[in-house]
């Protein structure tokens, strides 16, 4: 089975080019969503995070993002400590699931793309105004605060040069037509 990651920073689109992949019978996983559900259901994955950031951070069997987020705040250590803990289990996951195709924001930054025997790669990129803009509407933040966030992820030239494909999700440029050509390629992998 191949394996082909999509990945792009903040406000590129992602998502939006995840869910056009499912128009053509591609289904993505996504990595927040098993995240999430992960940390909701994984009793050894729970167990864990208790050790290492304490009983507090489930209540009645609920992750507290505040108490999680305090802690990933704290340190780089810290942050790296709890990508250690969910990154093998979402690769485990996933290579169970019978996906191919996974969509990871920070696939490069998280050094997740170590983890699993990528066969191709794929960057959505777009201007970073068009990305500012995506952001702010998104989750009613300042631009100053879309930027930070923009900046905290690897340069979107950086992701680019390290993948097999790039999408421009720009709002201008044909994005079926990127899609369809995303696809024939990976048709020849």
């Not at 992949?21 to 999430?36: E, F, R, W």
């Not at 952001?135 to 009613?140: P, S």
């Not at 097999?164 to 048709?187: A, K």
Request: proline share 2%.
């Amino acid at each position: 089975m191949k394996h082909i990651a999509i990945t792009g920073g903040i406000g590129s689109g992602k998502s939006f080019v995840c869910k056009r992949l499912g128009k053509y019978g591609i289904q993505v996983y996504d990595c927040d969503q098993a995240a999430k559900r992960l940390w909701a259901t994984d009793e050894k994955l729970q167990q864990d995070l208790k050790a290492i950031v304490g009983d507090e951070v489930y209540i009645n069997n609920v992750l507290q993002k505040r108490v999680l987020a305090q802690y990933l705040l704290k340190s780089e250590a810290n942050k790296i400590t709890i990508d250690n803990l969910i990154h093998p289990a979402i690769a485990r996951d996933f290579l169970q699931s019978g996906y191919s195709w996974l969509e990871s924001a920070i696939l490069f930054d998280s050094g997740f793309y170590k983890r699993i025997d990528f066969d191709f790669i794929v960057c959505v990129s777009a201007p970073l105004e068009v990305r500012v803009q995506r952001v702010m509407k998104r989750d009613g933040i300042s631009e100053a605060k879309a930027l930070e966030w923009i900046g905290k992820q690897w340069p979107q030239e950086k992701v680019e040069q390290h993948s097999n494909f790039v999408i421009v999700n720009d709002g201008e440029r044909d994005l079926n037509s990127q899609i369809r050509e995303l696809i024939n390629t990976t048709i020849k992998l």
